[in-house]
């Protein structure tokens, strides 16, 4: 959240309401209707500027690991995007049943369905889905390069993975570049 004031305006020139709270980074959009990030601790005193809705990129994490489960979390918030979690196989189909998401993470290794399972079973509920999953694993990649693919796996990499590699890799998938 916050500490640094926000520039304030007068919200009956400006006809501004906001029905919940913003958390940093958010973006904004001017009566123009261009839309700009806000920097956090801005100075700005631009009166056409209106506040607007969380642009954060959506990811569900899929990680049974408690200790993973944290750093993959605080790695992805660092970077930018707004984390939901899914403890285990079961969980993960009935969070992206309910959520759209821009990126699923996900552990090969899960105990109840497997990382791989989860996967087919995503792509085969929801076939026009470009929503890209990143594998992460434990195993050599060369073991389980083919069933990944074949259950619709974007990439794979191997834990445990490091914050500039991780970032590097979302990028790609959601071209980002």
């Not at 790695?75 to 984390?83: A, K, P």
């Not at 109840?112 to 995503?122: A, R």
């Amino acid at each position: 959240m916050v500490t640094d004031p926000l520039p304030t305006y007068d919200s009956k020139k400006l006809n501004l309401s906001i029905n919940r709270p913003i958390n940093p980074p958010f973006a904004y959009c001017t009566k123009s209707g261009n839309v700009q990030n806000y920097a956090i601790g801005s100075t700005s005193s631009n009166p056409d500027v209106i506040i607007g809705r969380d642009s954060k990129k959506q990811v569900l994490l899929i990680e049974d690991t408690p200790m993973l489960q944290k750093i993959h979390t605080l790695f992805l918030e660092t970077i930018g995007y707004s984390v939901t979690l899914a403890i285990n196989g079961t969980d993960a189909l009935e969070k992206y049943r309910a959520a759209k998401f821009d990126l699923i993470v996900l552990d090969i290794g899960l105990p109840d369905i497997s990382g791989i399972e989860v996967s087919k079973q995503i792509r085969f509920q929801d076939k026009d889905s470009t929503t890209p999953i990143l594998a992460l694993t434990t195993m050599s990649q060369a073991e389980i390069k083919t069933d990944c693919i074949s259950a619709g796996v974007n990439q794979i990499a191997n834990k445990p993975i490091l914050i500039n590699e991780l970032k590097t890799i979302i990028s790609k998938l959601l071209n980002l570049n």
